[in-house]
T-cell receptor, first 116, second 118 residues
Framework: AQKITQTQPGMFVQEKEAVTLDCTYDTSDQSYGLFWYKQPSSGEMIFLIYQGSYDEQNATEGRYSLNFQKARKSANLVISASQLGDSAMYFCAMREGKNAGNMLTFGGGTRLMVKP | GAVVSQHPSWVICKSGTSVKIECRSLDFQATTMFWYRQFPKQSLMLMATSNEGSKATYEQGVEKDKFLINHASLTLSTLTVTSAHPEDSSFYIC??????????????FGPGTRLTVL
């Protein structure tokens, strides 16, 4: 079974509007972390936001927020007020266990295209 | 913030040659580095976990004799693709874990190396 599933291969959003990128995960660990990364065409992986499994509040970082629904095992990324520079690939990732040095498992990614 | 560099950023080589890719943590020490491979329009797939001073741990299906990993210091890990073939053409990305920094995002990614084997 896939550990991280991103069901939207591609998304369009109008500039200045909000968009939600879906991510569901599968783990039997009680302690885990969920990450979102942005990968522009240049290839570098840019860390956006993190949610720990024990965090009670949804994480927020500027225009990025993570809609964490633990019972549903979903960790959707919400980007508010989209900008043209937000056009990129977005990857959801999970780290299982308590060890901060554990590997990340990535989802298949969602390509976001922001329309002017 | 923490910076990870990779060298070279892109390389073109002939089939049968070996290529070495370096991953350096520039302003922090990294006991653990990860090597990923990304094919076009696909996700990152972990190849191996590299620990300073010990042998790398390879993921299932990754040939350790083909992808040689050396993590000789706390700031440098190298990936050598031996006897490269066209199917090895890919984008290789490393990440490094800052052993001192707190917080969840201790893994920092390099800018990647694009390998093309002719």
């Amino acid at each position: 079974a896939q550990k991280i599933t991103q069901t939207q291969p591609g998304m369009f959003v109008q500039e200045k509007e909000a968009v939600t990128l879906d991510c569901t995960y599968d783990t039997s660990d009680q302690s885990y972390g969920l990450f979102w990364y942005k990968q522009p065409s240049s290839g570098e992986m840019i860390f956006l936001i993190y949610q720990g499994s024990y965090d009670e509040q949804n994480a927020t970082e500027g225009r990025y927020s993570l809609n964490f629904q633990k019972a549903r095992k979903s960790a959707n990324l919400v980007i508010s007020a989209s900008q043209l520079g937000d056009s990129a690939m977005y990857f959801c990732a999970m780290r299982e266990g308590k060890n901060a040095g554990n590997m990340l498992t990535f989802g298949g990614g969602t390509r976001l295209m922001v329309k002017p | 913030g923490a910076v990870v560099s990779q060298h070279p950023s892109w390389v073109i080589c002939k089939s049968g040659t070996s290529v070495k890719i370096e991953c350096r943590s520039l302003d922090f020490q990294a006991t653990t580095m990860f090597w990923y491979r990304q094919f076009p329009k696909q996700s990152l797939m972990l190849m191996a976990t590299s620990n300073e001073g010990s042998k790398a741990t390879y993921e299932q299906g990754v040939e350790k004799d083909k992808f040689l990993i050396n993590h000789a210091s706390l700031t440098l890990s190298t990936l050598t693709v031996t006897s490269a073939h066209p199917e090895d053409s890919s984008f290789y990305i490393c990440s490094a874990r800052d052993i001192i920094a707190g917080g969840p995002a201790e893994q920092f990614f390099g800018p990647g190396t694009r390998l093309t084997v002719l």
